[in-house]
């Protein structure tokens, strides 16, 4: 099987639409005047595809792509080798791109507005800055926390999308096409219930697929099907929302060490054991869409829909918001 989980061409790419259908234009413009692409910024929460889009952008370009990270950008001499190593068109992807050091954040400016790249020369009392050429390149920027992106920053993108979470039919149209690719046999029934279950994201489809595989392939079942993956989710721990044990705990800290809040981040942080980017990155994102809490100036508080799930029967003397 040559086919890659990740999906290589845009016609492949499930879902968002409306980012495809302005990347594509963008793509046949760029490629038509023998340009070279603007410098993208993709956000939105984890496992949404950001990455996925990046690679796909290169390859419907033909141009290579090199990648790093935000926070291992560590010297302009990093910088400044991969800025001279690219050639015209080529893509340089930085993930995590708010976590960028700001003296690195100094020299890409100049380099993403004019290609040009100053760097001091010489030693001592011969120090001077010589400003080189580049290759026009193409910046893609990814990040999860778009608000912690400086403004210069960000205004040098002259594309910015943002990622959303993808709908249970989008999910199953993805769970059907990775079970092919890993050779997985089940209907369309499991894969919608899992789509159902992914919290909007297809890293969490590819993740639930694999496990209600693993529960399924012990019941030598030939083709997983919707009650496999119901009984699945049962073991998993995994509800009809897609809530697990963790997203549990969080509401339970919540209405009962805390009286429904309003809380702040760090005493729920330390109350779930968990750090606060993952409960700022991962919980509380899906918690949010799906109303069961609020982010208030004062504090998190629990919905009367997170109430009603745990059936939470709260002392009438004590007010909960
Ligand atoms: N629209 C999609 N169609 C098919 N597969 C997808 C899609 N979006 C994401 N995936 C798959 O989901 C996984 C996560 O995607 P990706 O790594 O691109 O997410 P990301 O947004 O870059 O996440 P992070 O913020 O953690 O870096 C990959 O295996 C990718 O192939
Ligand atoms: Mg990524």
Redesign the pocket.
């Known amino acids: 099987m040559n086919k890659s989980?990740?999906?290589k061409k845009l016609d492949?790419?499930?879902?968002?639409d409306s980012i495809k259908k302005s990347l594509r234009v963008f793509i046949a413009s760029t490629k038509g005047r023998g340009d070279t692409f603007d410098h993208t910024l993709?956000y939105?929460?984890?496992?949404?595809?950001?990455?996925?889009?990046?690679?796909i952008i290169s390859e419907e370009l033909n141009v290579s792509l090199k990648q790093t990270t935000g926070p291992s950008l560590e010297k302009v001499s990093d910088l400044a080798s991969i800025l001279i190593g690219l050639s015209k068109g080529d893509i340089f992807f930085i993930?995590?791109i708010h976590r960028l050091p700001k003296i690195i954040e100094e020299v890409l400016y100049s380099a993403m507005e004019d290609f040009k790249l100053p760097i001091l020369a010489g030693s001592k009392r011969s120090a001077h800055t010589i400003v080189l050429d580049l290759n026009p390149f193409t910046i893609i920027g990814?990040t999860?926390r778009f608000g912690l992106i400086s403004p210069p920053l960000r205004d040098r993108f002259g594309i910015v999308y943002h990622?959303e979470p993808?709908s249970a039919e989008?999910l199953k149209?993805?769970i059907l096409?990775?079970a092919e690719v890993f050779g997985i046999k089940i209907n369309e029934e499991a894969s919608y219930l899992i789509g159902e279950r992914a919290r909007g994201?297809?890293?969490i489809?590819?993740q639930l697929l694999k496990r209600v595989r693993d529960y399924s392939s012990i019941n030598g079942q030939e083709i997983i099907n919707g009650k496999d993956a119901l009984n699945s989710f049962e073991g998993l721990h995994i509800d009809q929302y897609g809530l697990n044990d963790l997203d549990r705990k969080y509401i339970r800290a919540l209405l009962e060490k805390f009286k429904g809040g309003p809380i702040g981040i760090e005493a729920i942080a330390n109350s779930v054991g968990e750090d606060r980017g993952t409960i700022e990155e991962i919980i509380e994102p899906y918690l949010l869409k799906i109303n069961l809490i609020l982010r208030t100036p004062k504090g998190r508080i629990v919905t009367k829909l997170a109430k009603k799930y745990f059936n939470f029967e709260i002392d009438s003397k004590e007010s909960l918001f």
């Open positions: 989980i990740r999906p492949d790419f499930i879902g968002q993709f939105g929460p984890p496992g949404l595809g950001k990455t996925t889009l990046a690679k993930d995590e990814a999860t990622l993808y989008e149209m993805i096409r990775d994201v297809p890293r489809a590819i």
